[in-house]
């Protein structure tokens, strides 16, 4: 007993992760600042004579950057290179692309030009005096092929250096290699270096607007949870009793080790194979922006995957048995009597379908996770579910002796069921919740979630104290160590929700939780809090949509950028544009870490005119409201539809968080800002807007 709670522990721990991970992750960002080098391709002319620049760029693995042999009306940020005017030269044609691939891209419904792995333009240029002065900058963007985020647009000068006339010859110092570009960043549009930019720029729910509307996380953690839900499955009561049976199958059946180890390594590949083909499926018939954001917060998917969660929680703790049809299951396990390789798959399939009911929950949650996105990423998350899956029972194969060390098949494998369950019943509320706050049903609210999970997590504590029985357990006489720590994490998980009914923030947990503004009762809320005298905050019915949208701590602000412009003159403040979402979950982490600190709350009260531009909110706006987007040529209807897209069409970035400084005239002073718990980052960033906008005023009075 106390060897076979060892994996439920590991399977706790290791389900509450993935669980989590699903709603908070993070894209892939650049390791450096791209560096570009300058060539010429002549070590000596005459004056009057023409020359060719080379601009190169090395290009980071996965990640692409747009040409500029395209239309520009398009919306992608094409690369530009401006050159400034000087007595000393003149160019000669336009600014040439090398190597660049054209293609078509959905979201821009239109065909555009990148680059990978490097980037080169030419440029000619005509030498008019003997002391050519030749500078400029390039405003450029890279994007990711694996996550689709963008960086900011890099906005850099350079200048071409080394080159020395002698009589009526130019000659260029040094050889004909390029050499490294002293490019400057301009301060005035770009002031952070590219590490703090890679500390910021983290996503929530919805994606950037080069790639899909698939959640935003690093593409190898995804792998490494799809790779770990393999191995958990493992556990589960479905397959760990197939486990002997299978390999003693293979190391009988062979006629030597080296023909029993080639059948193992045959079964291992064939459920890789079988799952990849299901993840196959979903990248056909799952991709795209439209339905990957469709599927974060529309009402239909959500409630869906709430009822589903719901049914196999019921299933694993004894309910019912989920089971696919015996007859398709005979039928599959009867060609595994065939000869050779053959039968060696239908095996493997006959072993995926029969462990369906336990496997399956794993196996929707990561679907989940990757439909929407990129082609390879439900191809790659399924066959690294697969392969976890598949490796035990290759290894045991490889080393039978390992068998004897196995915990026999048991009670504890229904314990270890019992547990998935509970997690998968509370991680079904989660999807609820979602829907819940989105289109303000609140049915759901923040203390009636709360109350669920505490609940949860008491009843298994109980459970695994043996004082809560199912149907399919078995006695126990006494409790392992092992089990009682995880029942002692239950309930202390359990006792720091506890708080939360009366408004305690539970930071661990934010993201995971409806939004504060849906609690009705919070202790002590007429209680000056963090600088803010939350009594003192009446909301205003001339604040549009304010009816169903609600700021955190007690802030005063608006919700519909028009208004917050108006408001900009005539209060004559900053703008800080909060582009956020209800089931952002890096949104509710920011306000709650970064936000509710007493530097930060104090300006964005006192200093800025704040507007939260909710990109998924589905409330339809009145006919006359509708416009259609030139960006897309779609028209817009509701709040959420107008917000993504004036980020996309304003900051090129449809990711949230993002913040922004503007002034009334929607010139920005300070940002983007993204994800980043580091408060003094965000003071540094609000500062900045506000000192901008007071020079600008000083000197227009």
Not at 516 to 539: C, P, R, Y
Request: glycine share 8%.
């Amino acid at each position: 007993m106390t060897k076979s709670f060892y994996f439920s522990c590991i399977l706790f721990f290791v389900i509450f992760s993935f669980g989590k991970s699903s709603f908070a992750q993070e894209p892939s960002v650049l390791k450096k600042t791209p560096e570009w080098k300058i060539a010429l391709d002549k070590k000596e002319v005459k004056v009057g004579d023409e020359i060719t620049i080379t601009f190169t760029s090395e290009i980071e693995k996965d990640w692409y950057m747009y040409s500029n042999d395209f239309d520009p009306n398009l919306g992608p940020i094409a690369a530009d290179f401006t050159f400034k005017k000087d007595k000393s030269y003149e160019l000669v044609g336009k600014l040439k692309p090398i190597g660049s691939k054209p293609h078509y891209e959905d979201i821009w419904k239109g065909n555009v030009s990148t680059f990978t792995k490097k980037a080169i333009f030419t440029q000619k240029v005509k030498i008019l005096s003997d002391k050519p002065v030749i500078k400029g900058s390039r405003y450029f963007q890279e994007c990711s092929e694996v996550t689709g985020v963008c960086m900011p647009p890099f906005d850099q000068e350079f200048e071409v250096k080394g080159i020395t006339v002698i009589g009526n010859v130019l000659s260029v110092s040094g050889s004909t290699q390029p050499v490294l570009d002293s490019a400057k960043t301009d301060t005035n549009s770009q002031t952070k270096t590219i590490d703090t930019i890679n500390q910021q720029i983290k996503t929530s729910t919805n994606q950037p607007i080069n790639q899909s509307t698939d959640k935003q996380e690093s593409f190898l953690g995804f792998l490494i949870f799809a790779l770990l839900g393999g191995l958990i499955a493992v556990l589960t009561p479905c397959v760990f009793p197939m486990l002997p049976m299978t390999v003693s199958f293979f190391t009988k059946k062979s006629d030597s080790r080296s023909q029993g180890l080639k059948r193992a390594f045959t079964f291992g590949l064939s459920i890789v194979a079988i799952y990849a083909s299901l993840g196959l499926v979903f990248a056909f018939f799952g991709l795209g922006p439209d339905f990957g954001n469709w599927l974060s917060t529309h009402w239909l998917p959500n409630v869906l995957f709430f009822v589903i969660f719901l049914v196999f929680g019921a299933s694993f703790l004894g309910m019912f048995e989920i089971t696919l049809p015996h007859q398709l299951v005979n039928k599959i396990d009867s060609k595994s009597s065939m000869g050779s390789f053959a039968g060696i798959f239908f095996m493997a399939f006959t072993l995926v379908l029969v462990s369906f009911s336990c496997t399956g929950p794993i196996v929707g949650s990561l679907l989940i996770e990757a439909v929407g996105g990129h082609f390879v990423k439900p191809l790659l998350g399924m066959a690294a579910f697969g392969a976890g899956l598949a490796l035990p029972f290759t290894l045991f194969a490889m080393f039978p002796s390992w068998m004897h060390n196995l915990p026999k098949s048991g009670g504890w494998l229904n314990s270890v069921k019992v547990v998935l369950g509970f997690i998968e019943v509370g991680f079904a509320f989660k999807f609820l919740s979602i829907a819940d706050v989105v289109y303000h049903w609140r049915i759901l609210d923040r203390e009636v979630y709360l109350a669920i999970w505490i609940v949860l997590a008491f009843l298994l504590g109980m459970y695994l104290l043996g004082k809560l029985k199912f149907s399919h357990d078995s006695d126990m006489p006494y409790v392992g160590v092992p089990r009682f720590g995880m029942a002692v994490i239950a309930f202390v998980f359990g006792v720091y929700m506890i708080p939360g009914l009366f408004g305690a923030p539970l930071k661990a947990l934010s993201g995971l939780l409806p939004p504060m503004h849906t609690q009705d009762f919070i202790l002590g809320a007429n209680i000056k809090s963090s600088g803010v005298e939350t009594n003192q905050i009446i909301k205003s019915s001339n604040i549009k949509h304010s009816d169903f949208l609600e700021l955190p701590h007690g802030l005063t602000g608006y919700f519909d950028y028009k208004q917050a412009l108006e408001e900009s003159r005539k209060q004559h403040k900053p703008i800080f544009i909060d582009f956020t979402g209800h089931a952002c979950v890096n949104c509710r982490k920011m306000e709650e870490y970064v936000w509710a600190k007493p530097e930060v709350l104090k300006r964005l009260q006192n200093d800025f005119i704040i507007v939260s531009l909710y990109a998924d909110e589905r409330k339809e706006l009145p006919q006359a409201d509708w416009y259609t987007s030139p960006r897309d040529g779609k028209v817009k209807k509701t709040i959420g539809e107008q917000n993504q897209d004036l980020q996309i069409s304003k900051y090129n970035f449809s990711a949230q968080p993002q913040y922004v400084v503007i002034d009334a005239d929607e010139n920005k002073l300070s940002g983007p800002n993204f994800f980043n718990t580091d408060e003094q980052i965000f003071v540094d960033f609000l500062d900045k807007g506000k000192k901008a906008f007071d020079e600008k005023q000083s000197k227009i009075n």
